[in-house]
């Protein structure tokens, strides 16, 4: 079975592929300057002389406040980055042709061509708004889903799952008795 996908990457998506990468990242950075500033706070002010509840209240209020701003400082920087380069032309929008085999992904564009082998798949996550096929940590092919027809999205779910639980089975060493 194979098929070809046609794409069009553009700013948009690349902007969602940019926050999935931060995503965890800040996430966990805005609960550690939580922590931080909530509980240096709670005890300044009880240090103040202020009731211990009334501490831990205001610590922890200022402690959100300080964690939300954090994350929205990370998703505002990641929107100026992205933008910047595109209003440079270092990123552009660009076409890719991906097919999708028993061999594993190959991709077509006007920047060239290339095959990442089932093997090399390190994941693939799925989104709401597009498939992600990990070759590296923070590399990955991008195929947006609001530019598939809903049938062409099943198919693409059920061949990725298909070849990509294949080679990860194929992979698995036996267990020894």
Same mark, same amino acid.
């Not at 990457?9 to 966990?28: A, M, S, V």
């Not at 598939?148 to 799952?161: F, G, H, I, M, Y």
């Given at each position: 079975?194979?098929?070809?996908?046609?794409f069009?990457?553009?700013k948009?998506?690349?902007?969602?592929?940019?926050?999935?990468?931060?995503?965890?990242?800040?996430?966990?950075?805005s609960?550690?300057? *939580?922590a931080? !500033?909530? #509980? /240096? =706070?709670? $005890?300044?002010?009880?240090?103040?002389?202020?009731?211990?509840?009334d +501490?831990? &209240?205001?610590?922890?209020l *200022?402690?959100? !406040?300080? #964690? /939300? =701003?954090? $994350?929205?400082s990370g998703?505002?920087s990641?929107?100026?980055?992205? +933008?910047? &380069?595109?209003?440079k032309?270092?990123?552009?929008?660009?076409? /890719?042709?991906?097919?999708?085999d028993?061999?594993?992904?190959?991709?077509?564009?006007?920047?060239?061509?290339?095959?990442?082998l089932?093997?090399?798949?390190?994941?693939?996550?799925?989104t709401?708004t597009?498939?992600?096929?990990?070759?590296?940590?923070?590399r990955?092919?991008?195929?947006?889903k609001?530019q598939?027809?809903?049938e062409?999205?099943k198919?693409?779910?059920?061949?990725?799952?298909?070849y990509?639980?294949?080679?990860?089975?194929a992979?698995?060493?036996?267990?020894?008795?």
């Amino acid at each position: 079975m194979q098929k070809v996908y046609h794409f069009t990457i553009t700013k948009k998506d690349n902007l969602r592929y940019n926050y999935l990468l931060t995503q965890k990242r800040l996430f966990g950075a805005s609960l550690l300057t *939580l922590a931080i !500033i909530g #509980a /240096v =706070l709670a $005890l300044i002010r009880y240090a103040q002389g202020l009731a211990p509840l009334d +501490s831990l &209240l205001q610590g922890a209020l *200022l402690g959100v !406040i300080a #964690a /939300v =701003l954090f $994350l929205v400082s990370g998703f505002l920087s990641t929107f100026l980055r992205i +933008s910047n &380069l595109y209003k440079k032309k270092t990123l552009t929008d660009f076409t /890719v042709d991906f097919t999708v085999d028993k061999t594993g992904v190959h991709a077509t564009s006007e920047r060239g061509e290339s095959t990442l082998l089932w093997k090399n798949v390190l994941f693939i996550r799925e989104t709401k708004t597009a498939f992600y096929i990990f070759y590296d940590k923070t590399r990955a092919n991008v195929m947006p889903k609001d530019q598939l027809p809903a049938e062409d999205v099943k198919n693409l779910r059920s061949t990725l799952a298909l070849y990509y639980g294949k080679s990860r089975a194929a992979q698995k060493t036996p267990e020894k008795k």
